[in-house]
């Protein structure tokens, strides 16, 4: 680029970048830079927040700056740099696929050594947790709701509900009757499927816009028996001193009978963590063998077909009832699993860990990732969750926003900057292409566009 057109192309970019910081400081200000607090004198008086409110600006138009100067000229060569052939490309492509799973399943087998090795013993308890444990619950989720959404094309926003029943069934079963938390998981998921059937019946007939009001209004409806059922469910004050569960019948306690008094061992609670990891990771990857087992018999491939187009699934002679049906069931089910697992984990519940924004982060993740894409549910649950507890070890930020800049109150901003980002630049997620549930003579990856209506799949795979 010559001298007279990389000044042109510079000054473009300020232009555009003071643009930027302009529309930011406007959108911004009554978000960011007002706040009301309560004075002394029980008044609402306004407070002004000029260094976050500016910090923010700033942040903008400098991604905005680096976007035009280093991300579009980039993108420019790239177009005009010769692509690799097909040939080399069709002969990787088998070999990510061969090393990509195991390398990921070795990673997260290994994940509790290396934060210990990383972090050591006292510090690898927050890792293991709040990243490692609250990761895997939320990809068990994505699994769930990927076989409704993702499979099925049934759009549910009352997801977080049947989270809720597996939760509660577990707490009040184990609190009442003193069962173990592996008697009564499956216990969960059964009455979890069970709500998810009876939430069928209703939608047989709905699709779209209306099939999502319901779903919402379901999982509304459950939450608010959950905080006016006071003599069952405690109502806001929640069920506290929730059994935890056990390795084979030893209690992780400090007692003589504990498990570090078992084996030897100095009492530490790293491991009730790191039992509680494996056993979330367990239900994680039998959840996702279960649905690529589904996804390869009858009912899966009458799942996508009645994604695709319902009237020609009935023209097929597929029964549409039963095939929503066990949608809604199989999903709710492995979301019960999830629950009684919540509740085992964190011995308290309460009807404020079920709320609709649950239900919209479960949804994005499965959005975000691909529809009927396991790889991608993994991935972006991964990058949500995780980045959002990130948030919370940001505290050099406060040297940029001001001291009393807490980053865990803007994750949601971040969260739907992201989502923005990656509906613009990936608008059928993160994994747009999977591979088909069934082929005749080689595999082949279906891409994003063949399956719109009204395209054929030869047109991708003559």
Known sequence: MSAPAARAALRAAIMDAGLTAVLAF????????????????????LETRWQMLFGFVA??????????????????????????????????????????????????????????????????????????????????????????????????????????????????????????FFMLLPLAGCLAAFWGILLGFPVLRLRGDYLAIVTLAF??????????????????????????????????????????????????????????????????????FVTIRLRRLPIGR?????????????????????????????????AGFAGSFFAARQGFISPESFTFLESATILAIVVLGGLGSQVGVAIAAIVMIGGTEL???LDALKAVFGPDFDPTQYRMLVFGFAMVAIMVWRPRGLISARAPSLFLRERKAIKAGATEKGRSLREENP
């Open 26 to 45: 406007f959108l911004l200000l009554p978000l960011i830079g007002f706040r009301t607090v309560q004075n002394i004198r029980n008044e609402i008086v």
């Open 302 to 334: 009458a799942w996508e077909a009645l994604r695709e187009d319902e009237i020609a699934c009935r023209s097929l002679g597929i029964n549409t009832t039963n095939t929503k049906l066990t949608a809604f069931a199989i999903g709710a089910m492995f």
């Open 219 to 288: 999982g509304e409806i459950i939450r608010l028996v959950l905080i006016n059922w006071v003599d069952l469910t405690n109502g806001y004050a929640g069920i506290s001193g929730i059994p935890r569960p056990a390795f084979f019948g030893i209690p992780f306690t400090a007692d003589d009978d504990g498990f570090a008094a078992t084996f030897g061992l100095e009492f530490s609670p790293l491991y009730r963590t790191i039992f509680l990891y494996y056993l979330i990771l367990g239900l994680a990857l039998l959840t996702a």
């Open 391 to 393: 948030l919370r070890e």
């Open 59 to 180: 942040m903008a138009a400098t991604g905005r700056l680096f976007y035009s100067l280093v991300i579009v000229p980039w993108r420019e060569r790239r177009a005009t740099q010769a692509r690799p052939p097909a040939a080399t490309v069709a002969r990787l492509r088998p070999i990510l696929a061969r090393w990509f799973a195991p390398f990921c399943i070795g990673f997260v087998l290994v994940y509790p050594a290396l934060s210990i090795g990383l972090a050591g013993f006292q510090g690898s308890v927050k890792w293991i947790d709040n990243f490692g444990i609250q990761i895997l619950i939320y990809v068990m989720l994505g699994l769930g709701l990927n076989i409704v959404v993702g499979l099925a094309g049934l759009l549910d926003l009352g997801y977080v509900a049947f989270y809720a029943v597996g939760a509660y069934s577990y707490a009040l079963l184990a609190k009442t009757f003193g069962f173990s």
